[in-house]
């Protein structure tokens, strides 16, 4: 299941003519327009970023198949449990990144909207003005897709249609060209290690074929190069950093859209990636969230006949297993989450299983939006409304 679809169908055609062919293929053409009343400013591929304050700002995104693609933006405060509106962003976004910088602000680069194609501008929102303004615009090769900040507080952004990389300084306001992958990894997952590197793991190539392989990059090189493989293929997967300095790597799917129902981990120290424990259940296009006590919480996502799922489990890394905990109100894949001050998880956006159809292969494609927000609790088990 590809997570980037309007930014997929707008970036794609300068790679090949591969996309009509898959888009088709997964019943995409023709979907209807879905009304909704927003509390997500757009629900689908839009951002979820924890400000300094520990508010969380919500950015971009659109609301299901055939409505425009957003610019609107707003935070939502954990205290007060409630959605308030802030400046909207100088250009309509989905499929962008959202960055939190050393010094409070956010970036926020890439992306594509249906009028101006995939972007490769950049701009920062100020939580202090509630403002959004310009800064540099990356490679002309880069339109973004993964982002993370890096120890010395630059930005590296990652197109993952075509490899190419770019670095963003805060302190200049611009975008040099780095390494470029070998792999495409599209759908794939980055990570920031423990020693600054980072890791790019599993997703698609330039063809559509999944990807077993990964890479790391090396700031103080500037150059990508490649690490052990994982024990199958995997896009729409997670990759989350333990606190011992391994990562966990749960579930997504293989070549032929199975979903994968277990774990692996990665250790920086050897670049060898080894089989963990076995999920309670099949998910791919979910999100993971480490939380505070230094278990993983997995949310959502599509299960093994590809429809929308609510339910949720926690990984312990003492164990290696999975337990089960409380489900979600309604059922998301590619929600957005982000782990509170307190210890909460918030989680929001996605989509369900409201208007699903089969697209003949046994596999569910859905564009109805979740428009709404949740909170986990991790001391209780259970999710409840946001907002």
């Known amino acids: 299941m590809r997570r980037r679809t309007l930014a997929f169908r707008l970036r794609w055609p300068r790679a090949c003519l591969a996309t009509a062919v898959a888009l088709s293929s ?52 954990p205290k007060t449990n409630k ?87 805060p302190r200049s306001g611009t975008f040099s060209p780095t390494g470029r992958m070998a792999d495409d990894h599209m759908d794939g997952s980055l990570t920031l290690l423990a020693d600054g590197r980072v890791l790019v793991v599993g997703g698609d190539d330039a063809q559509l074929h999944g990807l077993a392989s990964a890479e790391i990059y090396d700031p103080s090189t500037g150059q990508f190069s490649f690490t052990g493989s994982m024990t199958t293929v995997r896009d729409g997967l997670t990759a989350t950093l333990l606190p011992d300095g391994r990562v966990l ?76 905990t409380g489900s979600m109100a309604v059922d998301r894949y590619w929600p957005v989450a982000v782990l509170l001050p307190d210890g909460r998880v918030f989680v929001a956006g996605g989509q369900g299983n409201a208007a699903s159809q089969s697209n003949g292969s046994g596999q569910f494609i859905d564009n109805t939006p979740e428009a709404s927000a949740e909170l986990y609790d991790p001391s209780t088990g259970s999710f409840h409304t946001a907002g």
């Not at 327009?33 to 979820?48: E, K, L």
């Not at 609107?72 to 405060?77: G, L, T, V, W």
């Not at 579930?251 to 990636?273: C, M, N, R, W």
């Open 26 to 77: 997964l019943g995409l053409a023709g979907c209807a327009s879905v009304q909704w009343a927003p509390v997500v400013p757009g629900p689908v591929d839009g951002t979820a970023t924890l400000l300094a304050d520990g508010r969380v700002l919500l950015a971009g995104g659109y609301s299901g198949a055939n409505t425009p693609v957003t610019a609107s933006a707003e935070p939502y405060d």
């Open 83 to 169: 959605f308030t509106a802030t400046g909207p962003m100088t250009t309509p976004r989905e499929g962008h990144t959202a960055t939190l910088l050393d010094d409070g602000r956010v970036l926020i680069v890439g992306g594509a909207n249906e009028i101006d194609g995939a972007l490769t501008s950049a701009e920062l929102y100020d939580p202090q003005t509630g403002n959004f303004s310009p800064t540099g615009s990356m490679s002309a090769d880069n339109s973004g897709g993964t982002a993370t900040i890096l120890k010395d507080g630059r930005v590296l952004v990652i197109d993952d249609l075509n490899g190419a990389a770019d670095l963003y300084d």
């Open 249 to 324: 790597i749960e579930g997504g799917q293989s070549d032929y859209a199975h979903t994968i129902g277990y774990s692996e981990l990665y250790d920086p120290k050897t670049g060898v990636f080894t089989p963990s424990g076995t999920m309670i259940e099949f998910r791919s296009a979910h999100v993971a969230v480490s939380l505070a006590d230094g278990r993983v919480l997995l949310v959502g996502g599509t299960d093994a006949i590809g429809r929308a799922i609510s339910s949720a489990e926690l990984y312990d890394p003492k164990t290696g297993t999975f337990t089960s």
